[in-house]
Structures are given as C-alpha cells and as structure tokens.
C-alpha cells in the first residue's frame, strides 16, 4: 500500500474539515454581502465595494504564478502554505483590533487600515493557494477529486448556514448590537475561525515528491506558460471560458445593495440572503458531487455557466416590479441561484484543471491559471464605477451580456477537455 493511499481517508477528513471551516468563513464575511455592507458604512463609495472584491478575490489567485517555479522546485509544499498562515492570522488579529478602537471615532481611518490589512491578508491567502492546490493533487486521487471538492462544497456551505444566522443576529436592529460593535463581533469569529482552519490542514500527512531536473527561472516559467497556451487548445479554451465567466460577475458585489437602497429592504435581510446562498449549496452539492465522479463533470460546468446569465436577468426583472419588503424577500432567489452556481463552479473548475495539467507541471498549471483569474477578479472595481456613473439597470444588463458570451465558450469547452484528459490518461 502506498503512503498516498494508507494516509488517504485521513487527508480527505483533514480537507473536508478545512473546507468546512472556510465556507463558514467565506459566508460570515462575504464581501459581496457583510464586508459591503461594512465599507458602506465607512463611507465607502460603490467603486471601493467593488474594490473589495477584487482584492478578496484576486488576491488569492494572482501570486500564484509568481511562487509556481519555487514551489515545483519543493518536494513539500506544505511549509509554504504555514508561513503564509500565520500572516493571515495575524492580519485578522488587526482588523479585530482596529475596529473596536476606531470604528466609532476615526471611521475614516480604519477604512484605509481595513483595506491595508485585506490587502495582505488575500496575498498571503494567494500564496499559500497553490501550495494548497499541489497538496490536494499529491493526497487526493483523480477519481476521487470531484466527490473532495463537492464534499468540501457541501461542508462549507452547511457551516454557512450557522454564518447567515450569525449575520442576521448581530446586524439585527431588534437586538441592540450598533457599528462598530456588529461587525466587530462577526469579525472575532471569523478571526477564531481562520485560526483553526488554517492550522487543521497544516496537519496535513503530504507525501515528499521526488525532484527531477534543474528548477526554472521565472521567466523561463512564462516562456513555457506561453508555449502551453499556444499548444493545448482545450486548456486554451478553458482560461477563456473561465475569465469570461469571471467577467460575468461584473454586478455580484452590488445585488445586496441594490435590495437595501432600492428595494427598501433592512440591513438584517443579508443574513437571509447568506443563508439562502448556503441553503442552496447544501443541497445541491450531493447531486453535484455524484455527478462529476460519474462522468457528468461536463454537466456539473455548464450548469455553473448558465446560472452567470440567468442572475443580473433575473435582478433586472424583479427591478421592474418596484420596491417594498415582499420585493425585497423575492429578490432573495437570485441568491438561491447563486448558491447552486458557486457550488458548480467550485466543483467543476479546480477539477477541470486538475485533470488537464500533466503532474510535472501541475503547480505551474495552477499558477498560470489563478494569476490570470486574478486579472479577472478585479473587473467588480469596473462595476462599481459603472454603478456610480449609470445606475443599477445598465450594470446588470451588461453583465447579462458578457456572462452569456462565458455561457456560449463553455459549451464548446467540453469536447475539448473531454478529448485532453482522455489523451492524458492514455
């Protein structure tokens, strides 16, 4: 028995654990939702909303080529990714601290602090990510990796529910908690929470890997980068397909504003949106997750793809019907919907990649790829500068557009992959 397969059941759990732990995360701060609603508070314009975004997001993918050429060169990647968690702690520490002291008297002040420390804090997560990715390929079997990441879907998305109960209370007027000391509690939990996932999968039993050949420079890394896009037409296709798709969440920071400033909903209804987005996720990961370990994978994308288009459609019909609180709590099914895209998503596309990248140049697949999503992830600053110079309406009409074009590229996406990996295996 090899080491990867006695220490494999243990590495699912540890993974699953940290999945678990992070969708509670990822739901309890939401930038799209909490963290929006924080910077609004501030005095923060739409155009740092979407700002926020990019850097939450973006911050996590576009270091990851940089560290691709050092981190092949390893043979375990683990020390990578500890390092990085201790400055993501210790960035959360800082938010917690900086809040209390100066969200009442200075909030101008820790507007600026609170983007520094984010800043930080979704480099380091970027850093330690494709370290995370490699580790996840060398533990978790092909076959195995879709049920991992839906499984991780469907842990986060459960954790998520107690993260949109916890939102609604401590932002609730009914229960007396007022700024700063509503966000504040959310962000003492978030800050015990990042601490334990991030040291529940630096227990992680990774096996040492055997390096072959001279490392890389970095640009001699960007030089066989940009051979590989120009020879593998499948994965070409894929980095298109994903960054348009990406593009396609042009309006997604701004859908929980759009309910509180023109649809007269309160600020509590976040909770109910973050728990309608884990809701959806928690069931539709089950389905999902049989569905891409038996060869349903396209399916799995395409239905992730879909959805993009089918959410600014939807805000701009229920845009139509006016404002009042029954349309305030109507509106709360694009975030159904959107808990059923991410979950497709999150399935679909880190297994894509996966799958298509040969081992020997996995983490410079994974690199490549997240710095260029990176690009992508900061289109919301577009967004919210759009929002501030036209309105809500054209904004979801032209995310409509450019999710629909990601919508059309993922569906000529899957013979192609298909074709690859099946290449690959033979």
């Not at 220490?7 to 701060?29: K, S």
């Not at 390929?137 to 954790?159: D, H, L, M, N, Y």
């Not at 966000?183 to 529940?200: D, N, P, Q, S, Y």
Request: proline share 4%.
């Amino acid at each position: 028995m090899s080491l990867i397969e006695k220490n494999f059941r243990y590495n699912y759990t540890v993974g699953l654990v940290n999945g678990a732990v992070f969708g509670f995360v990822d739901a309890l701060i939401a930038p799209s939702l909490t963290l929006a609603l924080f910077v609004t508070q501030l005095g923060g314009s739409s155009f740092l909303v979407g700002l926020l975004s990019a850097i939450y997001n973006g911050g996590w993918f576009i270091p990851q080529f940089l560290i691709a050429h050092r981190l092949q060169q390893l043979p375990l990647k683990k020390p990578v990714y500890a390092s990085a968690a201790v400055i993501r702690i210790v960035c959360w520490l800082l938010i917690v601290l900086a809040t209390y002291m100066l969200g009442a008297q200075n909030p101008s002040l820790l507007l600026g602090i609170f983007f520094v420390l984010m800043t930080i804090y979704s480099f380091a997560a970027g850093f330690a990510g494709n370290a995370f990715m490699t580790i996840v390929a060398k533990v978790i079997p092909v076959a195995r990796r879709g049920s991992f990441f839906g499984w991780r879907e469907f842990a986060g998305t459960a954790a998520g529910l107690l993260a949109g109960y916890l939102v609604a209370v401590a932002l609730s007027a009914e229960r007396g908690y007022r700024f700063p000391e509503n966000f504040g509690i959310l962000f003492v939990v978030a800050f015990g929470a990042i601490g334990v996932g991030l040291f529940g999968f630096s227990l992680v039993r990774e096996p040492r890997e055997t390096i072959t050949g001279e490392g890389m420079t970095f640009f001699q890394q960007l030089r066989v980068a940009r051979r590989i896009v120009g020879e593998n037409h499948a994965y070409r296709r894929y980095l298109l397909t994903r960054f348009v798709l990406a593009a396609g969440d042009l309006a997604t920071p701004f859908y929980a504003i759009y309910a509180t400033k023109q649809l007269g909903a309160p600020d509590s209804i976040v909770g109910l949106y973050i728990g309608l987005t884990t809701f959806a996720a928690l069931l539709a990961t089950p389905v999902l997750s049989h569905m891409s370990d038996h060869h349903k994978l396209d399916w799995v994308m395409l239905l992730a793809a879909a959805a993009t288009p089918f959410i600014p459609l939807l805000a701009l019909l229920l845009g139509t019907l006016g404002r009042g609180e029954a349309i305030a709590f109507a509106f709360s099914l694009i975030f159904f919907v959107y808990g059923i895209a991410r979950t497709a998503a999150n399935i679909a596309f880190p297994t894509y990649l996966l799958n298509l990248a040969p081992p020997e140049q996995r983490s410079l697949y994974i690199g490549f790829t997240n710095t260029l999503l990176g690009i992508a992830t900061f289109i919301p600053i577009v967004g919210g500068t759009l929002l501030d110079l036209f309105g809500f309406t054209p904004l979801f009409v032209l995310t409509f557009a450019m999710a629909s074009v990601g919508l059309w590229l993922a569906w000529g996406l899957r013979k192609l992959a298909r074709v690859s990996v099946a290449a690959h295996v033979a």
